[in-house]
């Protein structure tokens, strides 16, 4: 999640500097769905702000806000953690670790050790057992890490600069590169050459990916100027793989804030099934922070929260008919408080409220992420602090039970 963007609206923390990349175009290559088919040839251009063939947005429609009552009565009420006084439907999984994801048949997570930069994990639900699948392939840190259709990882994390200290908590975290971690994991993951800021999203169903390419660092003391005149967009492309290496095929810039029509600072964070034409993304600075929906195939934009608390779009249900948002109901304009998750209808817009961990200050919970199936949401014990994303580990709900 990307509280820290918030924090625009007033005045606010940034500086990073855009990492130039290049996007790799192959003329032919199979579409990655089987790792045993990747051949073909590939030829590179130099990377660009904008795509040759940018989708035609319609600006955002203007709505009236849904005034939500500024009131949590017991945020930060009780005394311990969470953990203390779990419901019937939660259990942990692991007791550590931030930003989990589903693997494509359910059977494990992925997630980070360390914020904003860490080690990749993965853990099997069934068995809880853990595994470091980074540690031992090179001294590089990564502030994502998201399955892919095919098994494979798709990462984001820097290939030079400072790492995070604490004079400069956030180092690391706005100089991303991608890159692809081939399963059974044990070799060094494979560059892409292509810069990446805060989330990605990948595709359920195909080997299309969408990112964010931003200079925005909330670090920064003209963090208000950044993000006025700065770069956010968001692009899609497919991972193919050609002559065994993988490759982003059809890069494209679907969004920037010019086509918004509003200022905004976006960051995707799941397509919406059953097709992969829209994208679930969060508009920070935008309004409160909203939930947004950009169809890649019409242009057509959607606000799905359009309320006066902060939003922040997480996990899409695999079904398409809602996503899991991060939400603070008193938000005041600065810097969201203690978050909890809430389920979302996007065709209805009705709110359900899943976690009450923010009881517990300075708990609450965050990054969730839905299986395959539905069946269960995996999400993080997160502590309120001032490092962005830090976790306490990662816990199961039992979604049949809610």
């Keep these: 999640m990307s509280r820290g963007l918030s924090v625009v609206v007033v005045a606010i923390v940034g500086v990073a500097a855009f990492v130039a990349g290049l996007i790799v175009s192959p003329d032919d290559g199979d579409d990655g769905s089987d790792p045993a088919a990747r051949t073909g040839t590939t030829s590179t251009t130099p990377s660009t702000s904008r795509a040759e063939n940018p989708v035609a947005v319609t600006s955002i429609p203007v709505a009236e806000l849904e005034q939500v009552g500024a009131i949590d009565p017991e945020v930060g009420t009780r005394d311990g953690s969470p953990m203390d006084d779990l419901p019937d439907n939660v259990t942990a999984l692991t007791d550590f670790g931030q930003r989990p ?13 360390a914020s904003p930069l860490g080690n990749v994990w993965s853990v ?45 908590p956030e180092a690391g975290r706005f100089t991303g590169v991608m890159s692809i971690l081939r399963a059974p994991f044990d070799e060094p993951p494979q560059m892409l050459g292509m810069p990446c800021w805060e989330g990605m999203a990948t595709s359920r169903t195909s080997m299309r990916i969408a990112w964010n390419r931003s200079d925005i660092d909330y670090t920064d003391p003209d963090l ?42 976006f960051e995707v964070q799941g397509f919406r099934p059953p097709s992969d034409d829209e994208i679930i993304l969060t508009a920070y600075a ?48 600065i810097d969201p408080g203690p978050l909890d998750i809430w389920r979302l209808g996007l065709d209805d817009q009705s709110w359900e409220r899943i976690t009450y961990f923010n009881r517990f200050a300075p708990y609450y919970a965050s990054n969730p992420t839905v299986a395959p199936d539905g069946t269960q949401l995996a999400f993080q014990l997160s502590i309120n602090g001032e490092t962005e994303g830090e976790g306490d580990g990662i816990l199961l709900l039992d979604l049949s039970q809610s």
């Design 124 to 168: 099997d639900v069934d068995t809880k057992q853990t595994r470091n699948l980074t540690d031992a392939l090179g001294d590089e840190l990564y502030s994502r890490a998201y399955y892919l259709h095919n098994g494979d990882l798709l990462l984001c994390g820097p290939t030079s600069g400072p790492r995070p200290t604490p004079e400069r």
């Design 224 to 265: 208000a100027g950044r993000v006025i005149n700065g770069i956010t967009e968001v692009w899609t492309g497919e991972i193919r793989y050609v002559d065994d290496r993988p490759v982003v095929f059809d890069p494209r810039k679907v969004l920037d804030r010019e086509a918004f029509g509003s200022l905004a600072v």
């Design 101 to 113: 994801d589903w693997s494509p048949d359910g059977t494990h997570l992925v997630f980070l050790d």
């Design 286 to 333: 935008y309004q409160s922070g909203e939930v947004i929906g950009l169809d890649t195939s019409t242009g057509a934009l959607r606000n799905y929260s359009n309320s006066t608390a902060y939003e922040e779009a997480e996990g899409v249900d695999p079904g398409g008919d809602a996503v899991y948002v991060e939400r603070d109901l008193v938000y005041s304009g």
